[in-house]
T-cell receptor
Framework: DAKTTQPNSMESNEEEPVHLPCNHSTISGTDYIHWYRQLPSQGPEYVIHGLTSNVNNRMASLAIAEDRKSSTLILHRATLRDAAVYYCILRDLAYSGAGSYQLTFGKGTKLSVIP | NAGVTQTPKFRVLKTGQSMTLLCAQDMNHEYMYWYRQDPGMGLRLIHYSVGEGTTAKGEVPDGYNVSRLKKQNFLLGLESAAPSQTSVYFC??????????????FGPGTRLTVL
């Protein structure tokens, strides 16, 4: 899987939007961009995914650059419950063997939300 | 649905002792995974299973064994625990799809300390 680069940490004020960046300059044409987050003392949870177009769901929005070499996870109104480590992960969409479902986690971005 | 559950939640071992961590899922998922997470790091894949009776090595398999005798259960064994295996262990599961997002669902983790 291609490598991603994220800032180690970010801060946001409560109820303000948060933009979490991810660089993936070596992304391949069939790599999907996944975001997971890990709340304190919990296992990771899926947030959102996308390929080329911007995506929205109830948790967040994902903005993908036109050249796909970077993406941004957007939390529209940060709450205290959004304080977590956010992981940007690339993985090929298609099944290519038993190991192809592996998720490669980096260190992610630790988001702190200030009341 | 309980989702993914892990037993035990905490455990302290002495060097050389053995133990088994149990993961159970009630979502009828084909794939199951064991990860470890060391302080300040992302998750690393230990072993995974693509179905009942089938297991494979991940990124950091040494010192661990696994078994998947039933579809809903995935066991992680430490035959002779070492201090380097002090970590938080997460289990996850997912569906099999030829093409798809393959969202992984994680358990709450087991915090293991080896003295």
């Amino acid at each position: 899987d291609a490598k991603t680069t994220q800032p180690n940490s970010m801060e946001s004020n409560e109820e303000e939007p948060v933009h979490l960046p991810c660089n993936h300059s070596t992304i391949s044409g069939t790599d999907y961009i996944h975001w997971y987050r890990q709340l304190p003392s919990q296992g990771p949870e899926y947030v959102i995914h996308g390929l080329t177009s911007n995506v929205n769901n109830r948790m967040a929005s994902l903005a993908i650059a036109e050249d796909r070499k970077s993406s941004t996870l957007i939390l529209h109104r940060a709450t205290l419950r959004d304080a977590a480590v956010y992981y940007c992960i690339l993985r090929d969409l298609a099944y290519s063997g038993a190991g192809s479902y592996q998720l490669t986690f980096g260190k992610g971005t630790k988001l702190s939300v200030i009341p | 649905n309980a989702g993914v559950t892990q037993t035990p939640k905490f455990r302290v071992l002495k060097t050389g002792q053995s133990m088994t961590l149990l993961c159970a899922q009630d979502m009828n998922h084909e794939y199951m995974y064991w990860y470890r997470q060391d302080p300040g790091m992302g998750l690393r894949l230990i072993h995974y299973s693509v179905g009942e009776g089938t297991t494979a090595k991940g990124e950091v398999p040494d010192g661990y064994n696994v078994s998947r005798l039933k579809k809903q259960n995935f066991l992680l064994g430490l035959e002779s625990a070492a201090p380097s295996q002090t970590s938080v262990y997460f289990c996850a599961s997912s569906y099999f799809m030829w093409v798809g997002i393959n969202e992984q669902f994680f358990g709450p983790g087991t915090r293991l300390t080896v003295l």
